[in-house]
């Protein structure tokens, strides 16, 4: 049985106790000390890692989603967006706006869901398509939407973490958790692997693909997947400043956009292998790379297929793609976000802090990211 922590124990007490510190964690940390709480984060590795999902210099933003509940997220998370920069005092997403093309069944449902939110987006032809976008072969109609950007997703997170910092934010990077519980009085409580103790009325566990492992025992997750992804860097043959956000729909996606540096990002979306994320092995698998390497050849005419540079990063997936965004007594848990979360991080951050501040008896209203459904 757990050990309960006496006052003498504890040597961090907040009202809210993080533990992540990627995107959702670091989200959640801004949007909770705009409400002023009082908030400590745990992290196992060190600012900047690239051991998860949340490093890289860009992201895709895009309302562009056959799922409402997505669409909606992307609304809603777009404001929080334009607050953060001007918090931060920096511009963080520079609009590109984006084309989807490829399985046409897909782009209208696509289609029907921005319609629905009443989101900007035109039908265009295959002719027309590729006037516009010249870097890629596009062989049929595709819908376009002005609002696409590219996040500046490194400085996003610097931005998040500063803000929050400022608001009196305590970030313990480097220090992992090593248990979690919840005592008699509903409090929780972390043991770090530096010895300490932290409690808290609360904790938001935003771990990803080290979520599952944490919450076993406190949470009934659904099954969430790990796999390793894998991108790769190309050079364009002219300046691509002006290159939408692509996914092209496949029975692999794959997805491209234009990175600070010029050059341009292309992989696809979640075709890696299952791993261990404490045992994967980093390395590019070549089979895959090859293939991605042949359809930048045949589809993407405005770079060269040669790969300037690979990186791997994690997906932390449910098996539709929904994020789980819930409470369970004590503990909020931020799950799930595979591939696609980045683009809503001041929405997710917004959600977790609500919940975080629920009292009980209380509630969010309607919630899609629920772990169950309501009665």
Partial sequence: MARCATPADVDVDVDVVIVGNGGAGAAAAWALTQRGRSVAVFDRFPAGHEQG??????????????????????????PGWRELELLAGEQLLGPTGGIDYGNWAQLECIAAALAEYEV???????????????????????????????????????????????????FADDESVRALHVEHDHRVVVETSRGRVARARVA???????????????????????????????????????????????DIPVYGLGTPNGLVKIAEHGSGPVVDPDARSFAVDETRAAALVDWVARCAPGVDPKPVE???????????????????????????????GFKFLPAIGARLADLANLEPGESIGANPFALRSPP
């Avoid at 490093?55 to 909606?72: C, D, K, L, M, N």
């Avoid at 376009?144 to 998040?160: C, W």
């Fill in 53 to 78: 999902s949340s490093h890289g210099t860009e992201r895709i933003f895009r309302y562009a989603y056959s799922e409402p509940e997505f669409v909606a997220l992307a609304i809603e998370a777009r």
């Fill in 310 to 340: 690979w990186r791997t990063c994690l997906y932390a997936s449910t098996a539709d793609d929904r994020f789980v965004l819930d409470r369970v007594g004590s503990v909020v848990v931020g799950a799930g976000l595979g591939g696609h």
């Fill in 204 to 250: 938001i566990v935003a771990a990803g693909a080290w979520a599952a492992p944490l919450l076993s025992g406190l949470v009934a997750l659904p099954a969430i997947t790990v796999t390793q992804e894998q991108v790769a860097f190309f050079r364009p043959h002219n300046p691509v400043d002006g290159l939408p956000a692509f996914i092209a729909y496949d």
């Fill in 120 to 170: 900007p987006f035109e039908r265009v032809d295959r002719t027309a398509a590729r006037a516009r976008v010249p870097e890629l072969s596009i062989a049929a109609s595709a819908l376009v939407q002005p609002g696409g950007a590219v996040i500046a997703a490194d400085r996003a997170l610097t931005a998040f973490r500063s803000v929050a910092r400022r608001a009196g934010a305590n």
